[in-house]
C-alpha cells in the first residue's frame, strides 16, 4: 500500500538559511500534520491542514510556515534557521478528521534536519 | 490540555515472554482515541494499536493487545510471544475525538528485546 512521502529524507543547512521540506500524503487522505522530534524527545505537533486551510496550530514558531496545495501535498518553510531546529520531521496524513475508523494518522519516514 | 504519562523509560524481556508497558492519561473529556506507536530504529512511527474510549471492548492486533481502563485513565500496551523485532521505542498518544485533532505524546517506553 501507499505511504506517506517525505523529502529530503535528509538535509543540512547552516544557521540562518532556509530549508522546505515537502510531504505527500497517501492517495485520498486529505488532512496533513507536522511534527517535530528532538534527540531523545517525543514527537511535538507543531501545525495541521484539512482541504488546504490550516486546521489546528500547535508549537511552530513564527520562523516557520506551511501550507497545503490543491494536489493536498503540504509544505513546511523554515527561515532563519537555529541550532536548536535540528530535529526530524515528520509528516503523517489521515482522512477527514472525526469520521470513525478513517481518521488514523500514518506518518511518513521523516526529514532529518540538521543545523550547522 | 492532555498529559500523557509513560512512568516505564526503559524494559527488557526475553524473546518469546511477555512484557507490559503502562501509559496513563489525564482529560476532562469523555470520547477521544488512544494509540500506541513503535519508532524503531529505523525511526520510522509505525501504528501498533488503537482504541476508541466509547469501546468498552479492548484492541487486539495480533500479538498486541490493549487493557483500556477508563475510569482510572489508564491505557497499558500487552506485546505477547516477543520477537527480535519488537525493540523499539514504544510512544503512547491522545487524541481529542471532535476536535484538535493532533496526537499528544507520551515521552515513550524503550523496550529491548533479548535473545
Known amino acids: 500500500a501507499a505511504g506517506v512521502i517525505q523529502s529530503p529524507r535528509h538535509l543540512i543547512k547552516e544557521k540562518r538559511e532556509t530549508a522546505t521540506l515537502k510531504c505527500y500524503p497517501i492517495?485520498?487522505?486529505?488532512?496533513v500534520y507536522w511534527y517535530q522530534q528532538g534527540p531523545g524527545q517525543d514527537p511535538q505537533f507543531l501545525i495541521s491542514?484539512?482541504?488546504?486551510?490550516?486546521?489546528d496550530k500547535g508549537s511552530i514558531p513564527d520562523r516557520f510556515s506551511a501550507q497545503q496545495f490543491s494536489d493536498y501535498h503540504s509544505e513546511l518553510n523554515m527561515s532563519s534557521l537555529e541550532l536548536g531546529d535540528s530535529a526530524l520531521y515528520f509528516c503523517?496524513?489521515?482522512?477527514?478528521?472525526?469520521?470513525?475508523?478513517?481518521?488514523?494518522?500514518?506518518f511518513g519516514p521523516g526529514t532529518r534536519l540538521t543545523v550547522l | 490540555a492532555q498529559t500523557v504519562t509513560q512512568s516505564q523509560p526503559e524494559m527488557s524481556v526475553q524473546e518469546a515472554e511477555t512484557v507490559t508497558l503502562s501509559c496513563t492519561y489525564d482529560t476532562s473529556e469523555n470520547n477521544y482515541y488512544l494509540f500506541w506507536y513503535k519508532q524503531p530504529p529505523s525511526r520510522q512511527m509505525i501504528l501498533v494499536i488503537r482504541?476508541?474510549?466509547?469501546?468498552?471492548q479492548n484492541a487486539t492486533e495480533n500479538r498486541f493487545s490493549v487493557n483500556f481502563q477508563k475510569a482510572a485513565k489508564s491505557f497499558s500496551l500487552k506485546i505477547s510471544d516477543s520477537q527480535l523485532g519488537d525493540t523499539a521505542m514504544y510512544f503512547c498518544?491522545?487524541?481529542?475525538?471532535?476536535?484538535?485533532?493532533?496526537?499528544?505524546f507520551g515521552k515513550g517506553t524503550s523496550l529491548l528485546v533479548t535473545p
Open positions: 482504541q476508541e474510549a466509547y469501546k468498552q
Open positions: 498518544a491522545f487524541r481529542r475525538m471532535y476536535s484538535g485533532y493532533a496526537l499528544n
Open positions: 492517495p485520498r487522505h486529505d488532512t
Open positions: 503523517a496524513s489521515s482522512c477527514r478528521p472525526g469520521l470513525v475508523f478513517r481518521d488514523t494518522q500514518y
Open positions: 491542514f484539512y482541504e488546504k486551510m490550516q486546521s
